[in-house]
């Protein structure tokens, strides 16, 4: 099994990325997915969450209206497209399949003036 996330990097307040999470190793179509992301200092924390078919999603009260989680079972990647970003948001983004049992190596955003 592996997961390897793409698409972080530095973005100022306001702005955008798209986080990509390429999996192998699995039947993708199978798995619900999530992101977490761990920001400097604290616990790792549930970002975003799709069921296997993409039917069912959920969010972080604090990512509600501005992260979108999305999946493409063909491509067996599954995305993060962040908007509005703030400072807060800043963190290392990782996604797990569940059981929570792999996860990737992470990939940094950073949201600073």
């Known amino acids: 099994v592996q997961l390897v996330e793409s698409g972080g990097g530095l973005v100022q307040p306001g702005g955008s990325l798209r986080l990509s999470c390429a999996a192998s190793?699995?039947?993708?179509?199978?798995?619900?997915m999530s992101w977490y992301r761990q920001p400097p200092g604290k616990a790792r924390e549930l970002v975003a969450f799709?069921?296997?078919?993409?039917?069912?999603?959920n969010y972080a009260d604090s990512v509600k209206g501005r992260f979108t989680i999305s999946r493409d079972n063909a491509k067996n990647t599954v995305y993060l497209q962040m908007n509005s970003l703030k400072p807060e948001d800043t963190a290392v983004y990782y996604c797990?399949?569940?059981?929570?049992?792999?996860w990737g190596q992470g990939t940094q955003v950073t949201v600073s003036s």
């Open positions: 190793g699995f039947t993708f179509s199978r798995y619900d």
């Open positions: 799709i069921s296997y078919s993409g039917s069912r999603t």
């Open positions: 797990t399949r569940a059981p929570l049992d792999y």
